[in-house]
């Protein structure tokens, strides 16, 4: 099955700084790529995500890129602000055999001091 | 449009208590989930439901069964509750898109 690692999974950041969260994967046939963030006390929501025939996608601050031959993806975060302090987690989905069944990676506690 | 609601929002149970989580979305969504959270441990994949009428297995099912009621709704089951299932528990709703949508989270605590 598939397998996701995210790292670090703590960030600590100054306000206005940019932050880079990682995540590979080792299931070549994953072609979906959500990214969630999570505040204290509810549930995750998808902010950004992927498909496997795209490298980049960006919506204003935040980007994400795509590696498919090194199998890796990443989160970037420019000129970061305190209520960007969420956890963030990162996901990869392959739909075989018609199943959308996502696998998450542990999550990144990311804090951005003022 | 609310969206995936879950009820409780909080529970106590006492070990080999029962009780059932409800899931409700209202987005014509196919397929269901139900997740636990952990601290460091991501999101786990209790059980989910690809349509209305089918469910499966996810990674921890043992201690659980689920239920789809209808396309809108999901139940999770724990028939004899242990204090290793004291946990935070997502459902979760995919569209056509792959876009998941989740609920707010029922934290549990057995004691």
């Known amino acids: 099955g598939e397998n996701v690692e995210q790292h670090p999974s703590t960030l600590s950041v100054q306000e206005g700084d940019s932050a880079v969260i990682k995540c590979t994967y080792s299931?070549?046939?994953?072609?979906?790529f959500p990214w969630y963030k999570q505040e204290l006390g509810k549930g995750p929501q998808l902010i950004i995500d992927?498909?496997?025939?795209?490298g980049e996608k960006k919506d204003q601050r935040i980007a994400v890129t795509l590696n498919k031959t090194a199998k890796h993806f990443s989160l970037h975060i420019t000129e970061t602000q305190p209520e960007d302090s969420a956890v963030y987690f990162c996901?990869?989905?392959?739909?075989?055999?018609?199943?959308?069944?996502?696998?998450f990676g542990r999550g990144t506690s990311l804090i951005v001091h003022p | 449009n609310a969206g995936v609601t879950q009820t409780p929002k909080f529970q106590v149970l006492k070990t080999g208590q029962s009780m059932t989580l409800q899931c409700a979305q209202d987005?014509?969504?196919?397929?269901m989930y139900w997740y636990r959270q952990d601290p460091g441990m991501g999101l786990r994949l209790i059980y989910y439901?690809?349509?209305?009428?089918?469910?499966d297995k996810g990674e921890v099912p043992n201690g659980y069964n689920v239920s789809r009621l209808n396309k809108r709704e999901f139940s999770l089951r724990l028939e004899s509750a242990a204090p290793s299932q004291t946990s935070v528990y997502f459902c979760?709703?995919?569209?056509?898109?792959?876009?998941?949508?989740f609920g707010p989270g029922t934290r549990l605590t057995v004691t």
């Open positions: 992927i498909r496997s025939n795209v």
């Open positions: 996901a990869a989905i392959g739909q075989g055999g018609g199943s959308y069944i996502p696998t």
């Open positions: 299931d070549s046939a994953s072609n979906y």
């Open positions: 979760a709703s995919t569209g056509r898109g792959d876009e998941q949508y």
């Open positions: 987005m014509n969504h196919n397929s």
């Open positions: 439901s690809a349509s209305e009428g089918t469910t």
